[in-house]
């Protein structure tokens, strides 16, 4: 069965530092894996996704990840944090079908 | 593009009552919507998966009879809410997809969410 672990359950950095949101993943076959952010009162947006295709995947607003098969990882990276990126975000996965396994959310908080 | 509205963003109502949230494709038709639930600092857990024109298949431990879904058109879902009760309240949340050659793959374009608050 399909799981996945995000390991942080809150992120705080300051403005202009470098941000890493932790997610590991658990699947039977080749899954796809996805980043979502959910900010206040707003849809969750689709940050990128991994399908197979290149490891390291770039999405929007500067983020990216990289898919690591041999540690079962899906980590979002971002190498300067803004204000704006304050907000929930979610690890996701999907193994050949359109169900999304959806990981616990990782809160992350940008000071000043 | 691809826009999901949902309607209302919040809804109050006395235990008992039926509440009936709606969701939109703006701007692509959906093959499929979904349906999720999010509880307070918890993740979305998918309650039901719907295609135009057919019933809903619901995920295991959701009440078919207490959450009706109706997808009648490409470009709207609706999920109703029957006798609520106060366990019922939550953070109700649609997604949609526009099928295509992606598959499975499809990405997933979520509505802003209706908070639901049984009293």
């Known amino acids: 069965a399909q799981s996945v672990t995000q390991l942080d359950s809150h992120v705080s950095v300051s403005e202009g530092t470098p941000v890493l949101l932790r997610c590991n993943y658990s699947?039977?076959?080749?899954?796809?894996l996805f980043w979502y952010v959910q900010h206040p009162n707003k849809g969750l947006q689709l940050l990128l996704k991994y399908t197979s295709a290149a490891t390291l995947v770039k999405g929007i607003n500067g983020f990216e990840a990289e898919f690591k098969k041999s540690e079962t990882s899906f980590h979002l990276t971002k190498p300067s944090a803004h204000m704006s990126d304050a907000a929930e975000y979610f690890c996701v996965v999907s193994e050949r079908t359109d169900k999304l396994i959806f990981g616990t959310g990782t809160r992350l908080q940008v000071f000043p | 593009g691809a826009v999901v509205s949902q309607h209302p963003s919040w809804v109050i109502c006395k235990s008992g009552t039926s509440v009936k949230i709606e969701c939109r494709s703006l701007?692509?038709?959906?093959?499929?919507m979904f349906w999720y639930r999010q509880f307070p600092k918890q993740s979305l857990m998918l309650m039901a998966t719907s295609n135009e024109g057919s019933k809903a298949t619901y995920e295991q431990g959701v009440e078919k009879d207490k959450f009706l879904i109706n997808h009648a058109s490409l470009t709207l879902s609706t999920l109703t809410v029957t006798s609520a009760h106060p366990e019922d309240s939550s953070f109700y949340i649609c997604s949609a997809t526009a099928g295509g050659p992606a598959g499975w793959q499809e990405t997933q374009y979520f509505g802003p969410g209706t908070r639901l608050l049984v009293l």
């Open positions: 701007d692509f038709q959906a093959t499929t």
């Open positions: 699947s039977s076959y080749s899954p796809s």
